[in-house]
């Protein structure tokens, strides 16, 4: 019986970004994203937080600009860690969740001004790196 669909190649390994222990004792210390930000540009956490509390003050624009930033920065640093434009980026694996985080928040910026392709390609992006991330990320 053959197995149509299948990739023969298999799923490649799954990504995990490198944790950063200053920009996590500075979070933890509760530092402002703003600051953090600043002080981390590369970072994707600090731009999904911005991107959070924009969209959730109704801030739209500035949350879609937030979020836009944290993901692009995301890829930057996944393709750093071997990532090949697919495959699982695990949110189990916390460096990976400020990635996940901005990606998410820009779904939902992009779904608020009306781009509902760009909103629908993201969504499927976030369900392809983890199946279980957007259920995470809403609890």
Same mark, same amino acid.
């Given at each position: 019986?053959?197995?149509? @669909?299948? %990739?023969?190649?298999?799923? +490649?390994?799954?990504?995990?970004?490198?944790? %950063?222990?200053?920009?996590? *004792?500075?979070?933890?210390?509760?530092?402002?994203?703003?600051?953090?930000?600043?002080?981390? +540009?590369?970072?994707?956490?600090?731009? /999904?937080?911005? /991107?959070?509390?924009?969209?959730?003050?109704?801030?739209?624009?500035?949350?879609?600009?937030? /979020?836009?930033?944290?993901?692009?920065? @995301?890829?930057?640093?996944?393709?750093? %860690?071997?990532?090949? @434009?697919?495959?699982?980026? +695990?949110?189990?694996?916390?460096?990976?969740?400020?990635?996940?985080?901005?990606?998410? /928040?820009?779904?939902? *910026?992009? *779904?608020?001004?009306?781009?509902?392709?760009?909103?629908?390609?993201?969504?499927?992006?976030?369900?392809?790196?983890?199946?279980?991330?957007?259920?995470?990320?809403?609890?």
């Amino acid at each position: 019986m053959s197995q149509l @669909g299948k %990739n023969l190649l298999g799923e +490649p390994d799954p990504t995990l970004l490198e944790e %950063n222990p200053e920009l996590v *004792a500075r979070f933890d210390a509760g530092d402002e994203a703003e600051d953090l930000a600043r002080a981390f +540009p590369k970072e994707q956490l600090p731009w /999904a937080i911005l /991107a959070e509390e924009a969209l959730t003050d109704g801030r739209t624009l500035e949350g879609y600009a937030y /979020a836009r930033v944290g993901y692009h920065r @995301g890829l930057d640093a996944l393709r750093r %860690n071997g990532w090949k @434009g697919h495959g699982p980026v +695990p949110f189990s694996h916390e460096p990976n969740r400020g990635f996940l985080r901005a990606l998410a /928040a820009l779904g939902q *910026a992009a *779904a608020a001004i009306g781009e509902l392709d760009e909103a629908e390609r993201i969504q499927k992006f976030l369900n392809d790196s983890d199946p279980s991330a957007a259920e995470q990320l809403q609890s």
